[in-house]
């Protein structure tokens, strides 16, 4: 177990660093200059303006240069200067990191829960109507728009029915504390976990359901019926702990699409998180954030892969660890 952790820290590290380079090299070839779109927003074409921002943030430097100030910086926690907010980034990206993390861990939770769930009764239903309706619905939700579902879902749960609120992370203004601000927060979270969590429930409910099929085909769960165990024991564990390893392999390779999915998602909810700080920082050619926000979702990625990994021993023992 300690060469196990030893191991994958030290290619956790490698593929950081090397996600840093390659995201300053990727933002270096990007069009359009921070100084000059801040110099043009404060009313100043002024070059020698431009110039002396230029020299502040320090892009005047070579890019070499800027890039083993960055890597520096990283190594010792220091992310940068925000252009826009002028507050370092870090700070700027824990203020935000923790709405992120409750959003998408809400999302992928209800989507594995549900995901696993439908494709279990899919594949014990197989040819039935219940199997074509959950693949139906599975297949809608795959195909549709994830932004196109928000908005209905806002129009439909939020403006027609009143039901859900529709904006924000909380109600502003309330003051709430204790569990009254627990119980807001989850009432403000149902529909852009919801929305979110769709696309990931339709991925997992089709997969679960093939693993299901495949697993249930193999000899040892033939065997097993023919010794008369009761179909629930061997469904429950022999074919879904089998069957459910792609799945849990799947999900922690989409953890860094779940943010992607959340820039959508928290654009049209207002939700106070990093995928709706990234995309501000795009549009204002703040690439600091902008970096900053890559390094911190490759790092959630990582340490996502990593306890997929002890999980894979709780789910089936037999698995080793190398």
Not at 118 to 137: K, P, Q
Not at 229 to 245: D, E, F
Not at 261 to 272: R, S
């Amino acid at each position: 177990m300690l060469n196990f952790t030893l191991q994958r820290t030290g290619k956790a590290f490698v593929v950081i660093v090397a996600v840093v380079v390659l995201n300053f090299l990727l933002i270096k070839l990007a069009p359009g200059d921070p100084a000059a779109i801040l110099a043009g927003e404060a009313g100043s074409g002024d070059p020698q303006y431009v110039e002396n921002l230029r020299q502040q943030f320090g892009l005047d430097k070579p890019v070499v240069v800027q890039l083993w100030n960055y890597l520096s910086g990283v190594l010792t926690g220091d992310l940068g200067f925000s252009y826009r907010n002028q507050v370092p980034v870090l700070d700027l990206i824990l203020g935000r990191l923790p709405a992120t993390l409750l959003l998408t861990g809400a999302a992928l939770i209800f989507s594995l829960i549900t995901g696993v769930l439908f494709g279990v009764l899919a594949a014990r239903h197989r040819g039935s109507v219940l199997d074509s309706v959950i693949t139906a619905l599975a297949l809608l939700f795959y195909a549709t728009p994830l932004f196109w579902i928000a908005l209905m879902s806002v129009l439909l749960f939020s403006i027609n029915l009143g039901w859900l609120p529709p904006f924000d992370m909380e109600t502003i203004g309330a003051g709430y504390t204790g569990w009254r601000r627990v119980l807001d927060i989850a009432h403000h979270m149902v529909l852009p976990t919801i929305t979110l969590g769709l696309f990931y429930t339709a991925v997992y409910t089709r997969l679960t359901r093939a693993s299901m099929l495949e697993v249930m085909s193999l000899d040892f769960v033939k065997t097993a019926h023919a010794k008369g165990v009761p179909n629930s024991r061997i469904i429950r564990r022999h074919v879904l702990r089998n069957a459910v390893l792609p799945v849990f392999t799947f999900a922690s390779m989409q953890t860094g699409q779940l943010v992607g999915g959340a820039i959508l998602t928290e654009t049209v909810f207002a939700w106070p998180g990093i995928g709706r700080l990234m995309f501000d920082a795009l549009m204002q050619r703040d690439y600091p954030v902008l970096l900053g926000v890559f390094l911190i979702t490759a790092m959630v990625v990582v340490v996502v892969n990593f306890i997929t990994d002890l999980l894979y021993r709780f789910v089936d023992p037999r698995i080793g660890i190398s």
